[in-house]
């Protein structure tokens, strides 16, 4: 059996992303900013997609600009949010410590330039608490960056309740919602967002093609320097079909939102509960507050890498942490931001489901997982030294 499981690294491509793209490639090859009829073909087509993708969040086709990919959304958001901020004397930033490289390594930049930021704790469920978050604002609080959902454990954070808390102290409130958007309800007027960054690859989009909504009225500056696009903010010509793809497999998504929640969910809850039964196993992450499709858990006495492999033998896609982080042997700063130490951390498996996989895959996962984290304790010196000092579970 093949069991694709790591759709929070990037998804497959709708047939419906296929159906807006492939005839875009070949016959909408004008550049929407030229005046002749394929110029102005191709553009129209762009003004259909924006507004398709703002009518999804409940925003203004205004209020939509389209980028290269969710991290370019947010270096701009961030970037520009803390450009604001300085202009008004505001040099200080709150985010937390969980949030995906592109946020953190743009702090980072930011910490450089004299800016100072907050990094609020998420505790043990993975979750920011609001009363922290008002006790860390102070009067030079000109952003505040906390994502919508988790990509490694699948935490929810209080959006909205964070983006109200934002607008009574007139603070800007960005959120990276890369893998909340077309798998669970945003809608950036309700939830209180000024900024949202998404990325197309997360929703069965192609890769290279995401989009940043700025509310009305923030002085936005470019990020790119160069031509008119995305008026005047966002040089670089339109990547038109990509751009398509993505409106047609975020149209999809969101009018599927709760028959496709159901079933992830149904799939997520019988994989935790499956994988709870694996002695000394720990679930990550708040169940309470959690994405439908993204499942964390770590293996005592197992080495994350080896888990991988050996699952990928099995013909299960699955992953340590985030895709971003693999390659490094450094465990993943979430799962030690949720205080674990490091060795339970190097044992993490992330399981990450979408509406195209199915309860037969789930129940292969579930007969393959236990097996191999059997087979790999039998060889771990962690794990037979662990056992020096408990009773064999598995005994
Ligand atoms: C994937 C991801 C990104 C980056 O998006 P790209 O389009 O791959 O650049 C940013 N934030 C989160 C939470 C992600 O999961």
Redesign the pocket.
Known sequence: MFVYADN???TAMSSAAAAAMLPAMQTLYGNPSSLHQKGREANMALLGARETVARCLNAGPQEIYFTG????A?NWAITEGARLGAEAGKKHIISDTI??H??LHTLKKLEKQGFEVTYLPVHENGVVRLEELEAAVRPDTCLVTI?F???EIGTLQPVREIGALCRQKGILFHT?A??AIGHVPVDVQKDNIDML?L????FHAP?GV?ALYCKKGIRLKNFIEGGAQERGRRGGTEAIPAILAMAAALEESCAHLDENMAKVTAMRDRLIEGLSRIPNSRCNGDPDHKAPGIVSFCFEGVEGESLLLRLDLAGICASSG?A?TSGSLDPSHVLLALGLPHEIAHGSLRLSLCEYNTMEEVDYILEQVPEVVRTLRQMSPVWLHMLEHMDDPYQ
């Open positions: 929070a690294a990037t990919c969710g991290t370019e947010d949030e995906h592109a946020v994502m959902c988790n990509n990276d890369v893998q960054s990325s197309g690859h997360k890769k995401g985030s971003c």
